[in-house]
């Protein structure tokens, strides 16, 4: 059903429907802004989580690094004490066989 109406009316309802649009296109384009805005803010957060986990894996391995050398470091000294102790049981035993 068309209803004609003055043209004062008409001016209005079309001026309230121009709001309307205004208002709806400034609400999407401040939707559109706060996407963008949580976009880099994710991936701001993602950038310092990766940070974090790259200094922890450096860590893990330098803690890895580090006990690898404290061991081979005690294997070589274990090596070392037992080389002595034959060496010293051999000399030992040398002098025993020298002295009968």
Do not use: D, G
Not at 22 to 44: S, V
Not at 70 to 79: C, E
């Amino acid at each position: 059903m068309n209803v004609v109406l003055p043209s004062r009316e008409r001016e209005l309802q079309m001026e309230k429907q121009r709001m309307t649009k205004h208002y709806i296109e400034e609400f999407k384009h401040a939707q559109e802004e706060w996407k963008r805005k949580e976009k880099e803010a994710m991936e701001e957060e993602n950038k310092k989580i990766l940070a974090f986990a790259n200094v922890q894996k450096e860590r893990e391995e330098a803690q890895k690094a580090e006990k690898q050398a404290r061991s081979v470091t005690f294997q070589h000294s274990h090596t070392q004490v037992l080389y002595h102790m034959r060496y010293a049981t051999l000399l030992e035993y040398i002098h025993r066989c020298c002295m009968i």
